[in-house]
């Protein structure tokens, strides 16, 4: 399975709980109407645990918790599928309406990207 990972900022003139409803409740649907065009086999958001859940595993390492709003996680089953449904017009519609629908409650320049293949060492792969 193949991951995208993107973590995103907010606008600033939005609220956490503005934010957060937008995101759940109007794009996580969208997405979902267009996940067959974009060939997209699972998509999970990933939204902030506030407090100091991560103190002793950011101590231990002597790192930081990322400053981003959340984290979106969007697969495939292959690396195929993927470039299909860029190259497909159908794909090309459901992305723009995806992007355009982003538009409105993220700061499109400040999202970050990461493409992965994922391997498992515990778990099971998600259904």
């Given at each position: 399975?193949?991951?995208l990972?993107?973590?995103?900022?907010?606008?600033?003139?939005?609220?956490?709980?503005?934010?957060?409803?937008?995101?759940?409740?109007?794009?996580?649907?969208?997405?979902?109407?267009?996940?067959?065009?974009?060939?997209?086999?699972?998509?999970?958001?990933?939204?902030?645990?506030?407090?100091?859940?991560?103190?002793?595993?950011?101590?231990?390492?002597?790192?930081?918790?990322?400053?981003?709003?959340?984290?979106?996680?969007?697969?495939?089953?292959?690396?195929?599928?993927?470039?299909?449904?860029?190259?497909?017009?159908?794909?090309?519609?459901?992305?723009?309406?995806?992007?355009e629908?982003?538009?409105?409650?993220?700061?499109?320049?400040?999202?970050?990207?990461?493409?992965?293949?994922?391997?498992?060492?515990?778990?099971?792969?998600?259904?």
């Amino acid at each position: 399975m193949f991951k995208l990972l993107v973590l995103m900022k907010k606008l600033p003139h939005l609220s956490d709980e503005e934010f957060r409803r937008f995101w759940l409740e109007e794009h996580g649907p969208i997405v979902r109407r267009n996940a067959t065009a974009r060939k997209i086999a699972r998509y999970v958001q990933l939204h902030p645990a506030f407090g100091n859940a991560l103190q002793g595993v950011v101590e231990r390492r002597g790192g930081s918790v990322v400053p981003f709003d959340g984290v979106a996680e969007i697969c495939w089953d292959s690396i195929e599928d993927m470039h299909a449904a860029n190259a497909s017009e159908e794909g090309g519609r459901a992305a723009m309406e995806i992007v355009e629908h982003e538009r409105q409650f993220l700061e499109l320049p400040r999202l970050q990207f990461f493409l992965g293949e994922e391997h498992i060492f515990k778990g099971r792969r998600a259904t």
